[in-house]
């Protein structure tokens, strides 16, 4: 994040493809990967 904080645990990483924990209270207004974009 911006601030410095984590927004999530990845847990589990596998041909590319991961499993990860997300900490929506600490989103914001969303996050951006990419093309990828997660909103609350």
């Known amino acids: 994040m911006a ?3 984590e927004a999530g645990t990845l ?3 596998s041909g590319g493809r ?3 924990y ?3 209270d ?3 207004e969303g996050l951006r ?3 990828a ?3 609350p």
């Open 33 to 35: 990967a990419g093309e």
């Open 26 to 28: 600490r989103m914001g």
């Open 3 to 5: 601030d410095g904080r």
């Open 22 to 24: 997300m900490r929506f």
């Open 11 to 13: 847990f589990t990483r």
């Open 18 to 20: 991961a499993i990860a």
């Open 37 to 39: 974009r997660i909103l």
